[in-house]
């Protein structure tokens, strides 16, 4: 067994997002109370010039004793994914969500995905394929020209299109990406080359909150 405090950690990358944070916590840890799931929450402020980094302190304070919530503060801007890494470190569950903090991504969804996981012992993650994107037809060609190049470059492994890094996956796999020493990070490439048992479901992308 492992000494896991929670059975999930919600690791959430904000990038200027004080505006769509205060919705996030509500319904995430509402929406986690209810369904009995022990959760706590990794945010990762990735050198915001919003006031995140405040209100993140502030949400830390009004937490205490009664939802496990952790702020992480970068000192300028990394990038998603290097916030993505240093909330994996930090995270304490039995089990990891990556979701965005803007409600695109909804935590509803998320507890969706953690009972698929938990209902299917040989899946490793479950991760979240977008259906269709609201997004421009020129970017959808770049999206598409993308895939096809890398696939084709790449020997080993290749990167299905659409699937997202909204992710609900064991510890196991957190530890084997965190063993990866890649500096420049691309998480789709890395879950890809890790490996494991992946289930992808449809997924349609809401509109950011703020
Ligand atoms: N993000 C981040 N650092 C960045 C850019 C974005 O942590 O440099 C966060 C952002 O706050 C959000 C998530 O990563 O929670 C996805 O970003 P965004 O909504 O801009 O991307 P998209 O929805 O287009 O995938
Ligand atoms: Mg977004």
Redesign the pocket.
């Known amino acids: 067994m492992s000494d896991a405090l929670y059975d999930l950690t919600l690791v959430?990358?904000?990038?200027?997002?004080a505006d769509?944070i205060p919705l996030f916590y509500k319904t995430a840890t509402e929406c986690f109370e209810q369904a009995g799931v022990g959760i706590e929450i990794v945010f990762?402020?990735?050198?915001?010039q919003d006031g995140t980094a405040q209100l993140l302190r502030r949400v830390v304070e009004s937490a205490r004793g009664k939802h496990a919530v952790q702020a992480i503060d970068f000192s300028r801007?990394?990038?998603?994914e290097?916030?993505?890494y240093a909330g994996m470190q930090a995270a304490r569950g039995n089990n990891i969500c990556l979701?965005?903090?803007?409600m695109?991504q909804t935590p509803h969804d998320a507890l969706r995905m953690y009972h698929l996981l938990m209902e299917n012992a040989d899946v490793d993650c479950v991760a979240a394929c977008q259906v269709d994107r609201k997004?421009g037809f020129v970017l959808k060609l770049f999206k598409r020209a993308f895939y096809r190049t890398f696939n084709g470059m790449a020997d080993d492994i290749s990167i299905p299109a659409n699937v997202?890094d909204f992710r609900v996956f064991r510890r196991p796999v957190r530890d084997a990406l965190l063993a990866l020493p890649e500096r420049e990070r691309f998480s789709k490439g890395l879950f890809a080359w890790i490996g494991f048992n992946t289930l992808e479901i449809p997924y349609e992308?809401e509109q950011?909150a703020a």
């Open positions: 959430v990358p904000c990038y200027n997002e769509n990762v402020n990735d050198g915001s801007n990394f990038g998603k290097s916030a993505l979701i965005d903090a803007d695109q997004e997202s992308a950011r």
